[in-house]
């Protein structure tokens, strides 16, 4: 069973950009576009890019593995979906090409975020205006 619900699982493969938020060696946040890929064998996301060794984010997230993870969208007017998902990242210096087929053989260091809180919201549809609540879940 996946820490992610059905609906995530769905919602993350429909999509294929996110914004990962590192923390800089001045303790400044620091976020930036990527690509991903979810990863179900290992419950996880999988960050890689092309030149990605050579990035702030992956020196950040060597030195503090605490990130978060967030994609979103807002697909019609009052409605907005997202999922959010915080945790540890762990660095690889081999198989970031394999992340995504347009990942040149080139780029082998990709970052794997192991979740330990996930939030999401406009999974089931509604809106997000008054009464609004988010599915937030500590999954460590």
């Known amino acids: 069973m996946s820490v992610f619900t059905d609906a995530e699982i769905e919602y993350l493969r429909s999509q294929r950009h996110g914004h990962l938020a590192t923390v800089g060696r001045d303790d400044q946040p620091h976020v930036v576009p990527v690509t991903y890929w979810l990863n179900l064998d290992e419950d996880t ?14 020196r950040d997230a060597q030195r503090n593995p605490k990130v978060t993870f967030l994609v979103d969208d807002t697909p019609e007017p009052r409605r907005a979906r997202a999922v959010e998902v915080r945790g540890t990242a762990e660095a690889f210096t081999t198989g970031g090409d394999q992340i995504n087929p347009r990942f040149p053989n080139f780029a082998p260091e990709y970052l794997r975020i192991r979740p330990t809180r996930i939030v999401s919201w406009g999974m089931e549809g509604g809106t997000t205006g008054r009464g609004f609540r988010p599915n937030a879940r500590t999954v460590v």
């Not at 996301?45 to 992956?58: E, M, P, Q, R, S």
């Open 45 to 58: 996301i999988d960050i890689g890019g092309i030149n990605f060794g050579a990035t702030k984010k992956w």
